[in-house]
């Protein structure tokens, strides 16, 4: 072991001068600490660890090393190592679909990746799942439905275990039982000293509400407990629209609010805008259930003359492997940015508002550029899914029973080219501040309550300072990790 670790290590010096010594020696110390788990940059483990960000601007950030850890032990060491060598940035990486620079890549520093942690077991007697950190959800809700059971996750099969559950993480089931985050009732995190702790919700119920959206900023999770229900046969599927049934389309969404929609129903709203002007939208449907409801603004928007549609009764992991498939095929450079915007019962007009001011900015640049596109998704947050985190013992984001109807958006856009990386991510900042100037206008100045969930938020968006409980969140954090491990030394939203 110690000949062979000195032959990377004098390779590594060889070939990749621009590497600081500091980081090489952590990886070194690392690599005897957890003889076996780390890769330097020559190997074939690094580059296809390296490749498999979702957004491809990431491939260009070239760690030191990448660490694959196949336990909390493993995990420890690393930090441990970390924290003697001060100098050096490092990031965690689950699936590697948060798109935002630093946040789950690191360059010239060590990247520790789950992605030899893998899969989910079913406690029968306890009716949890035992989650490892790594993977996608491909790879955990099949091996659940073996069993009749399935646990809040993504709604895409693709997106990874580990940042969906620490950041909060919308389900389609979020309705019936809170955010995804809000189902696990065990943690095992290594902490900023590299300690391994497990954190039961019942316990400490505050260190769990602080672990439900605070990403990366508490610990290194190392396994999950999770609730799981059950699960059969469900319904729905992606049906694409031409942009000439848009006021169908949000009519029928603003009634998905209005009336009040069957928990079991979920949606995902997306209009995209690509070159020569094409425009479009793409609804995601689910039911819990084997038929879809036949009132309400669901069944409103299954009435929409469609140019093409997979919706079906067919198994859950079956509906999420091929809603994965379109943005799987997207190799580009990708911005996510968020808000919250709330549900105005008088005001059915603010979706297209919006979906015009985004097109105003965006659609001349697609055109010009020819990139892959650009869209915004709506996602239902209606007042229910409040009521289940309380019941749950609530979240970081701060949801209560007491919340009203709201929607996050995912703003999106894929490009081609590294000049353009600013560009995308102003025009959806643009698009973000003026929808804030105008909220107080739509709501005629009442006060209402919008964080951000993490998971959709990009580059320069404040997620944590959306949150209500910022200051003692903020406490929580200094005081578990008082030298600013997670705070300071890795990309993230931090506190
Ligand atoms: C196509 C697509 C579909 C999506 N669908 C959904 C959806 O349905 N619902 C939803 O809520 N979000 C969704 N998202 C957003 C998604 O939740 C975030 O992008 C999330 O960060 C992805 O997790 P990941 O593990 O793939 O990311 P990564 O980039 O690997 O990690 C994201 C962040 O989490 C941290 N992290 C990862 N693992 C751990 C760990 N074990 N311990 C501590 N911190 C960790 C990382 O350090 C990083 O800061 C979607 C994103 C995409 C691109
Ligand atoms: C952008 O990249 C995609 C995929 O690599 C390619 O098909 C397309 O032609 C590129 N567009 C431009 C304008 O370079
Ligand atoms: C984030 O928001 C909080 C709360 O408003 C604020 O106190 C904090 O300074 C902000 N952080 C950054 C980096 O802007």
Redesign the pocket.
């Known amino acids: 072991m110690q000949a062979s670790c000195a032959r990377v290590m004098a390779l590594a010096t060889l070939v990749l001068g621009s590497l600081s010594p500091e980081a090489l020696d952590a990886c070194k110390a690392i690599s005897s600490a957890a003889p076996g788990r780390v890769a330097m940059q020559s190997s074939l483990q690094y580059n296809k660890e390296v490749n498999s960000y979702?957004s491809i601007a990431l491939h260009d950030v070239r760690p030191a090393c990448v660490v694959f850890p196949k336990s909390a032990t493993d995990i420890s060491a690393a930090v441990k190592i970390l924290n003697k060598h001060e100098k050096v940035r490092f990031?965690?990486?689950?699936?590697?679909?948060?798109?935002t620079p630093t946040?789950?890549s690191v360059e010239d520093g060590v990247l520790i990746t789950?992605s030899a942690m893998v899969g989910a077991t079913f406690d029968k007697e306890r009716m949890v799942a035992y989650v490892k950190?790594g993977g996608k959800w491909n790879d955990v809700i099949p091996m659940l439905e073996k069993s009749g059971v399935t646990m809040l996750g993504?709604?895409?099969g693709?997106?990874?275990?580990?940042?969906?559950l620490?950041?909060?993480?919308?389900?389609f089931l979020s309705s019936q039982y809170g955010l995804?985050a809000d189902n696990i009732v065990e943690w095992e995190i290594v902490m900023a000293d590299g300690s391994i702790k497990r954190v039961k919700a019942e316990e400490e119920p505050e260190l769990a509400r602080a672990l439900r959206g605070s990403?990366?900023q508490f610990?290194?999770?190392?396994q999950f407990t999770t609730n799981v229900y059950p699960i059969g046969k469900v319904w729905g599927g992606t049906r694409l629209y031409a942009a000439d049934k848009a006021s169908q389309i949000f009519d029928a969404y603003h009634n998905t609010f209005k009336k009040g929609e069957d928990t079991k129903a979920a949606i995902i709203l997306s209009t995209f805008w690509s070159p020569f002007n094409v425009q479009f939208f793409i609804i995601f449907y689910f039911y819990d259930g084997p038929f879809p409801p036949t009132s309400g603004g669901f069944a409103q928007l299954l009435n929409i003359p469609y140019t093409t549609s997979t919706t079906r009764t067919q198994s859950y992991s079956n509906l999420l492997r091929e809603n994965?498939e379109l943005?799987d095929a997207l190799k580009a450079r990708i911005s996510?940015h968020t808000t919250t915007v709330p549900y105005v019962p008088d005001r059915p007009d603010i979706y297209e508002e919006i979906r015009a001011k985004f097109g105003s900015l965006t659609q001349h640049e697609i055109n010009q550029r020819l990139i892959p596109e650009c869209s915004i998704s709506f996602e239902p947050i209606p007042a229910t899914v409040g009521k289940q985190s309380e019941k749950r013992g609530g979240n970081a984001l701060g949801l209560t029973a007491d919340d009203p109807d709201r929607m996050m958006l995912a703003i999106e856009c894929a490009w081609n080219l590294s000049s353009d990386d600013d560009l995308f991510v102003r025009l959806s900042e643009e698009l973000t501040d003026w929808i804030e100037e105008q909220i107080p206008e739509w709501t005629k100045g009442r006060d209402i309550y919008l964080p951000y969930?993490m998971?959709?938020a990009g580059k320069g968006q404040n997620a944590t300072g959306t949150y209500r409980d910022f200051g003692k969140l903020k406490a929580l954090q200094a005081e578990l990790d008082p030298n600013g491990l997670f705070r300071t030394r890795?990309?993230?939203f931090s506190y």
């Open positions: 979702w990031a965690v990486k689950s699936g590697g679909h948060s798109v946040h789950s789950t950190p993504g709604r895409i693709i997106v990874g275990v580990g940042g969906l620490t950041q909060g993480g919308i389900s995804a990403g990366n610990g290194i999770v190392s994965g943005p996510f969930l998971n959709d890795t990309g993230g």
